[in-house]
C-alpha cells in the first residue's frame, strides 16, 4: 500500500531525474541514427579528401591522412569523360540551363493551375484533380517511348527546349496538387472581395494571390529544383549529346573503364553534383513553417 | 441608385435549404436591414444581390433589370464582408485604393477618396500598416472603407459594426446614417444589433430559417409582427406571449388565459381557438386602487435599466416582463395585478404561428 503510493507520488526531484534520463535515451537514439544514416557521406567527403595512393593503399573506413582538395580540382576540371578531359565543370552549365526553365515554367504553371482550381468555380474541377493524382503516381518510365514519340513529332526530341518541355510535362502534377491544397486553405472571401472590387483572373492572382504564396512557391521550387537536378534518365533521353547535364556526365565519369579508377575523384565529383539540392535545403528551411494569411480575416 | 428586387430565391446546399422562396422588393435610396438568427442566411442572401453566389432557383432584378450573369464589379456594389476579408499582403492605403485603381481612377481622385474614409473611419494613422498589425475593430473599419471608397449605387454590409466598442459603434451607427442620406444610395445592411436595426432601418426583414417572416418599417415590425417568430425576436426583452384559448360570452370574444381572462377588443376568431398573446412589458401597468386586474402574479425578480426597471413576474407558472418606472417598481406588493393596454396587444393563431388581424 504504502509502497504503491510512493511508487505514484513521487518527489518533484525523482520525476526529474526520470525526465533526463528520458531525454538521454531520446538523443542517443537520434545521434545514433544520424550516424548511421550519415556514415556512406562521411566516408565519401573523407575519400574525396585522400590521395590517389592512399585510396589504394587503405581502408575505405580510415581518415585521410594529409587531407587536400587535389581530387577536388581534378574532378572539376581536369578528369576524363570519354575522350573529353574537361572534368566535370561543363556539365554543371547544362545543368543550370536545363534547370532555371523547367522549373520557372512547371512552378509557375502549376501555381496558376492550382490557382483556378481551388479558387474557381473550374466545371470538372475534380476530375482534373483526380487525372493530376494519377498523373503524379504513375511511374514515368512508363510514359518515356510515347514521349519520345510525341517529341520527335513535334521535332524538339534531343534539344533543350525538348528536355525543358518533359520536366515540365512531368513536374507539373504534383506541384499543382500541393499548390491547390494550399490554395484551398485561403479564405474565400477574398477571392470574392477582389471580385467585388473589379479585379479579374490574373489580377487576382498577381496582385493577391501570388503575394501570399511565398512559402508554398519555395516548397515546390525546392521540389522542382531537386527533382530537375538529380534527374539522370530523363536528360540521358531528352536532352541531346550537347545538353547533357552534371549527372549524366558523372555516371560517364564513375562509369569509366580506362585506367585505374579513382575513386577519390568520383567521390569528389559525386559531392559537387550533389551540392546545389543540398545546399537549398539547407538554406530554406525556416519558409517551411512561416504563415501567409495573418491579417486576412476575422480573429 | 438601385431598386432591388428578389423574386422566389431559392440556395441549397446539398440537403440544406438555406433560402426558401425568399421575396423581396427593396426600394430606391432605402435603408433594408436584415435580421435573423445566426444561420438563418443572411450571408447567403447578400451574397446572392452581390452576384458571388449563384441562386438555384428565382431571380434578382436591379432597376427592372434581370442580373443573372453580371459580373459582381457590373453591379456597381460596395461589399463589407462578415469576414472583413482584407488583402493581407496589401497596407491599409492599398486594401482601399485596390478596387479603385482596377476602375482606372486618375491616382489624384483614388487619393482623395482614401483620405476621405480613412478620416471618416477614424484610420489615417493605421494607413501604412497591414491588416495583421491591427485589431478586430480596426480591421473591421478598413473593411467599411473599401466599401466606401467605391461611391457604389448599392452598399451590402455584413454585421459592419459587430467588433466595436459601444462607443466607437454608437459613432460609427450616426456616421453611417449621415452618410446614406448623403450618398443616395441604396443599402442593404445585415445586423444582429436591434438598436442598430431599429434606427438605421427604413424597413426591416426578418429572417428566420431561409424564409422572410416580415418586411417591415422598424415601427410596423415593433407594434405589429407578423408570426410568433417576429415577435418572440425584436425587443429586449421580447414580447411576452401568453397562450390562451378565444371564449365568446354573449357573443363577445374573449381571451381565456391558464388563469384569469382578457377583453380583447375587435377579437373575432371563432370560439376555441387556440391563439398567443402578446403584450409588450411597457405596455402592462400597475392596476390603480379598485381597478379589475387583467394579470395577476408574484414579483420574482427587478432589473433595473436605467431609465426603467424590468420587473419579472410569474403569472400561471410564466414568466413574464413589465416594464415600470423605477420609483413604482420600489414600491411593489409581492403580488402585484397588472391591466394590459387593450389597444396594443397583439394576437397569433397558435396553430399557424401567424398575427391575427383584429377589427379596431
Ligand atoms: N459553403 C457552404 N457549404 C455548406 N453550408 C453552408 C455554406 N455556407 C453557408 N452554409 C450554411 O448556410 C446557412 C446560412 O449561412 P449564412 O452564412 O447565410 O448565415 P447567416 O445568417 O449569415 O449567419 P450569421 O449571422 O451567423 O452570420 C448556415 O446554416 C450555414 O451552415
Ligand atoms: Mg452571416
Redesign the pocket.
Known amino acids: 500500500m504504502t509502497a504503491a503510493r510512493s511508487a505514484r507520488y513521487r518527489s518533484p526531484r525523482h520525476r526529474q531525474s526520470i525526465v533526463r534520463a528520458q531525454h538521454f535515451g531520446l538523443y542517443l537514439f537520434l545521434f545514433t541514427a544520424a550516424l548511421f544514416f550519415s556514415i556512406p557521406l562521411l566516408i565519401m567527403i573523407s575519400t574525396s579528401l585522400k590521395t590517389a595512393a592512399e585510396v589504394r593503399a587503405g581502408s575505405v573506413f580510415a581518415l585521410p591522412v594529409e587531407p587536400g582538395f587535389a581530387a577536388w580540382t581534378r574532378a572539376w576540371g581536369e578528369a576524363c569523360i570519354g575522350r573529353t578531359c574537361e572534368g566535370i565543370s561543363a556539365g554543371l552549365w547544362n545543368s543550370v540551363i536545363i534547370l532555371i526553365p523547367s522549373t520557372v515554367l512547371s512552378v509557375g504553371l502549376a501555381a496558376l493551375n492550382g490557382y483556378a482550381l481551388s479558387l474557381w468555380n473550374v466545371p470538372r474541377a475534380g476530375a482534373i484533380l483526380a487525372a493530376l493524382l494519377l498523373g503524379a503516381f504513375i511511374p514515368y518510365q512508363v510514359m518515356i517511348y510515347p514521349l519520345v514519340r510525341m517529341a520527335s513529332t513535334v521535332g524538339i526530341y534531343g534539344s533543350l527546349p525538348g528536355i525543358v518541355a518533359v520536366h515540365v510535362i512531368f513536374g507539373i502534377p504534383v506541384l499543382t496538387l500541393i499548390f491547390c491544397n494550399f490554395y484551398k486553405g485561403l479564405p474565400p472571401e477574398l477571392i470574392k472581395a477582389a471580385r467585388v472590387d473589379g479585379a479579374g483572373f490574373f489580377r487576382i492572382f498577381r496582385r493577391i494571390v501570388l503575394p501570399m504564396s511565398g512559402n508554398i512557391i519555395i516548397v515546390a521550387l525546392i521540389l522542382s529544383v531537386t527533382g530537375v537536378w538529380n534527374d539522370y534518365l530523363l536528360s540521358l533521353i531528352f536532352a541531346g549529346r550537347d545538353n547533357l547535364p552534371m549527372t549524366v556526365q558523372l555516371a560517364s565519369l564513375v562509369g569509366t573503364r580506362i585506367g585505374v579508377p579513382e575513386y577519390n575523384v568520383n567521390m569528389a565529383a559525386t559531392l559537387i553534383t550533389a551540392l546545389p539540392p543540398l545546399l537549398l535545403y539547407l538554406l530554406s528551411g525556416k519558409y517551411f513553417v512561416r504563415g501567409v494569411t495573418a491579417g486576412a480575416i476575422k480573429g | 441608385m438601385t431598386q432591388i428586387t428578389i423574386r422566389n430565391a431559392e440556395r441549397s446546399?446539398?440537403a440544406?435549404k438555406?433560402l426558401r422562396d425568399v421575396s423581396l422588393d427593396i426600394a430606391d435610396q432605402e435603408f433594408a436591414v436584415l435580421l435573423?438568427?445566426?444561420?438563418?442566411?443572411?450571408?447567403?442572401?447578400l451574397s446572392a444581390i452581390a452576384g458571388l453566389d449563384d441562386l438555384q432557383s428565382g431571380e434578382i432584378l436591379f432597376d427592372g433589370q434581370n442580373v443573372a450573369g453580371v459580373e459582381p464589379a457590373d453591379r456597381d456594389i460596395g461589399m463589407v464582408f462578415?469576414s472583413y476579408a482584407l488583402y493581407p499582403s496589401m497596407r491599409v492605403r492599398d486594401n482601399l485604393s485596390f478596387g479603385l485603381e482596377t476602375q482606372k481612377l486618375p491616382k489624384a481622385d483614388i487619393r482623395k477618396r482614401v483620405e476621405w474614409a480613412a478620416d471618416l473611419l477614424q484610420i489615417t494613422p493605421l494607413l501604412d500598416r497591414k491588416p495583421s498589425a491591427l485589431s478586430g475593430g480596426q480591421r473591421q473599419r478598413v473593411a467599411i472603407g473599401r466599401a466606401l471608397v467605391r461611391e457604389a449605387s448599392l452598399f451590402l454590409f455584413?454585421?459592419p459594426l459587430s467588433n466595436l466598442d459601444a462607443k466607437l459603434r454608437t459613432e460609427m451607427r450616426v456616421e453611417i446614417k449621415a452618410l446614406h442620406q448623403r450618398l443616395g444610395a441604396t443599402f442593404i445592411y445585415?445586423t444582429?444589433d436591434q438598436v442598430e436595426a431599429m434606427t438605421l432601418a427604413t424597413r426591416i426583414a426578418v429572417?428566420n430559417g431561409g424564409v422572410i417572416e416580415q418586411f417591415a418599417t422598424p415601427e410596423e415590425i415593433y407594434n405589429r409582427p407578423a408570426s410568433l417568430f417576429v415577435a418572440g425576436f425584436i425587443g429586449a426583452p421580447p414580447m411576452n406571449l401568453i397562450p390562451a384559448v378565444v371564449r365568446s360570452d354573449a357573443g363577445q370574444a374573449y381571451a381565456q388565459l391558464a388563469d384569469g381572462a382578457l377583453t380583447i377588443p375587435g377579437l373575432t376568431a371563432a370560439d376555441g381557438t387556440e391563439i398567443v398573446v402578446g403584450i409588450r412589458p411597457e405596455d402592462l401597468a400597475l392596476c390603480e386602487e379598485g381597478e379589475a386586474a387583467d394579470l395577476t402574479g408574484k414579483v420574482v425578480v427587478a432589473e433595473l435599466l436605467g431609465a426603467d426597471t424590468l420587473v419579472w413576474i410569474e403569472v400561471a407558472g410564466q414568466r413574464i416582463a413589465v416594464r415600470l418606472a423605477p420609483e413604482d417598481a420600489d414600491r411593489l406588493d409581492p403580488v402585484v395585478r397588472l391591466r394590459a393596454t387593450a389597444d396594443r396587444i397583439s394576437v397569433f393563431d397558435a396553430a399557424s404561428t401567424k398575427r391575427l388581424e383584429l377589427t379596431r
Not at chain 2, 435573423?36 to 442572401?45: A, V, Y
Open positions: 446546399y446539398g440544406l438555406v435573423g438568427p445566426s444561420g438563418c442566411g443572411k450571408s447567403t442572401l462578415q455584413d454585421e445585415v444582429h429572417i
